[in-house]
């Protein structure tokens, strides 16, 4: 491999968290704020995904709306994901994208994603997924 050239995080790597399998199923809350925000609300608390974890860590996952992505970008105790989500619907798709951290010691992953809702409209939401 040439020196400039980034390697794509696989399982294969080592580290804390490298083995760490995210699959099954997920409790998802999402806020309209970070949470622990005292500003901030509960949008949705009543959610589930399962997720599929790939070769090389990467999250899939179908909940009872939509579809979600994690791509893996390190590993460690607390394991980095870009994410994607996305739904189908008549007049405008559900299209989010955003960031993850995974922290491997609480089985907690904290999401922010912002893009285009149901709706038409432009949206941020803080997300928050336990096992349950």
Excluded: K
């Amino acid at each position: 491999m040439a020196p400039s050239a980034v390697a794509a995080p696989t399982s294969a790597h080592g580290g804390p968290g490298a083995s760490y399998d995210a699959s099954g199923l997920w409790h998802v809350v999402v806020r309209d704020a970070p949470s622990g925000n005292p500003n901030g609300n509960v949008l949705d608390d009543e959610d589930s995904i399962s997720f599929t974890q790939d070769a090389d860590g990467n999250l899939h996952g179908e909940g009872e709306d939509a579809g979600a992505t994690l791509t893996r970008r390190g590993t460690g105790r607390t394991i980095a994901y870009t994410v994607s989500v996305f739904e189908d619907h008549p007049d405008c798709d559900t299209v989010l994208s955003g960031t993850a951290q995974l922290d491997t010691t609480t089985n907690t992953i904290q999401v922010h994603l912002s893009g285009i809702e149901e709706g038409c409209e432009s949206v941020n939401f803080w997300v928050t997924l336990t096992r349950p």
